[in-house]
């Protein structure tokens, strides 16, 4: 037996309301532009909206014109969707709350997450949208997954709860070591004062 290996998501895909209300929130909200317009070739009686979310991976959304927004929060049950979570940079991040707020579009305030900040608010078809910022960059080669599976072993080591910024600065120290070499013998912290 073998895997089906996967290497990134390719798009995700959400039922939305009418087209314009769809554009006016992925592009006018959260500023993914819009990329690519056809038919839902399953649906002749729907559009098939495509946004790039920032990474260049797809959000795409079927819309219909009978449909409205419906704000209520979408179903959490089990198999359901619970959130979208779109990494947003640390400056995006400082302004969050006044463009959210600006906008009257209630949102949950600043959440810390120990490794992220992040907030949450729902789309116009009750969808739970965060937007989150990492508190760290990962070293050269490295990528966030990289830093947080040696966080999340230096965490478990030292028995704490969730992973923080220690954590994260350990990590990261790690990773610098084991991929750069040095022409030092002795790569233990020093006091030069």
């Known amino acids: 037996m073998r895997k089906l290996q996967t290497q990134g998501v390719h798009h995700i895909t959400l039922t939305g309301a009418d087209r314009q209300t769809s554009i006016d929130f992925w592009e006018g909200v959260l500023g993914m532009p819009f990329i690519f317009d056809q038919p839902n070739l399953d649906d002749p009686n729907e559009g098939h909206l495509y946004f790039d979310p920032g990474d260049g991976r797809l ?29 947003v940079s640390k400056a995006t991040w400082s302004q969050a709350v006044e463009r959210l707020d600006e906008r009257g579009i209630r949102h949950s305030g600043p959440k810390d997450r120990g490794f992220m900040d992040s907030i949450y608010f729902t789309d116009p078809m009750g969808l739970l949208i965060e937007l989150a910022c990492y508190r760290f960059e990962p070293p050269v080669g490295c990528t966030h997954a990289d830093v947080m599976i040696e966080a999340h072993r230096i965490r478990v080591a030292r028995g704490d709860y969730n992973i923080a910024e ?28």
């Open 59 to 87: 959000i795409t959304v079927f819309t219909n014109e009978n449909r409205e927004p419906d704000p209520r929060r979408t179903p959490t049950d089990a198999g359901c969707v619970h959130h979208l979570a779109f990494n």
């Open 166 to 193: 220690v954590h994260l600065a350990d990590a990261i120290e790690l990773l610098v070591e084991r991929r750069q070499n040095t022409l030092s013998s002795d790569r233990s912290p020093k006091d030069p004062y």
